[in-house]
């Protein structure tokens, strides 16, 4: 595709449900970012993957979040056990590896935990 | 400490007017890149302009200019002109080296009045 996928676009689940939200990158983008960005508020950094090198989580804000990344594709972000505070829209982005390289967004994935 | 300062949580502009929202930055590294996004209401990401640590001129985009200000560490955006259509989030967002995560500020909400 031309651009940074992901799905679903709208999630509502239970509390204390699991999820997982999907991010398909633009295809040669070795960097994948995960935001979190709850109503009004800035981008929340999440995790950050670089080609093969190990994973930033340094802002998983709990071990309920995880998130998974095979190669230079797709990624997975899974929230265990959701809680109301988890509510936010989720944002995937990915650029390639060169500092002038901007980072292309996807539309995100708004999660509701009800 | 925050690497990235956005000074003004809501700015308002009359149309047609010139507006600039602050940024300043934080960082040791000689080698890193400034990016300016912006983010209407339908929650789209939009990359509005870049420049270069080692870029001796200001970039320019269109209505977009960039006050890079290297030993202030401040780059500013500048909107001249000002749209309806300019209402919106505007994040300022740093990359320092390659392969390295973007760090964004807090945002400004820019109103244009008509």
């Known amino acids: 595709g031309a651009g940074v996928s992901q799905s679903p676009s709208n999630k509502v689940t239970e509390k204390g449900k699991d999820v997982e939200l999907r991010c398909d990158p633009i295809?040669?983008?070795?960097?994948l970012y995960w935001y979190r960005q709850r109503l009004g508020q800035g981008l929340e950094f999440l995790i950050y993957?670089?080609?093969?090198?190990?994973?930033?989580k340094s802002g998983l804000p709990s071990d309920r979040f995880s998130a998974e990344r095979t190669g230079e594709s797709v990624s997975t972000l899974t929230i265990q056990r959701t809680q109301q505070e988890d509510s936010a829209v989720y944002l995937c982005?990915?650029?390639?590896?060169?500092?002038?390289?901007?980072?292309?967004f996807g539309q995100g994935t708004r999660l509701t935990v009800v | 400490a925050q690497k990235i300062t956005q000074t003004q949580p809501g700015m308002f502009v009359q149309e047609k007017e010139a507006v600039t929202l602050d940024c300043t930055y934080d960082?040791?590294?000689?080698?890193?890149?400034l990016f300016w996004y912006k983010q209407p209401s339908s929650g789209e990401m939009i990359f509005l302009i870049y420049?270069?640590?080692?870029?001796?001129q200001n970039a320019t985009e269109g209505r977009y200019s960039l006050n890079f200000q290297k030993a202030r560490k401040s780059a500013n955006l500048v909107i001249s002109a000002s749209q309806l259509g300019d209402s919106a989030m505007y994040f300022c967002?740093?990359?320092?080296?390659?392969?390295?995560?973007?760090?964004f500020g807090p945002g400004t909400r820019l109103s244009v009045l008509p």
């Open positions: 420049q270069g640590s080692y870029d001796q």
């Open positions: 295809s040669g983008h070795t960097a």
């Open positions: 993957f670089q080609g093969n090198s190990a994973p930033d």
């Open positions: 982005a990915s650029s390639e590896y060169y500092r002038g390289a901007e980072a292309f």
């Open positions: 967002a740093m990359r320092e080296g390659n392969g390295q995560n973007f760090v």
């Open positions: 960082t040791s590294d000689p080698s890193y890149g």
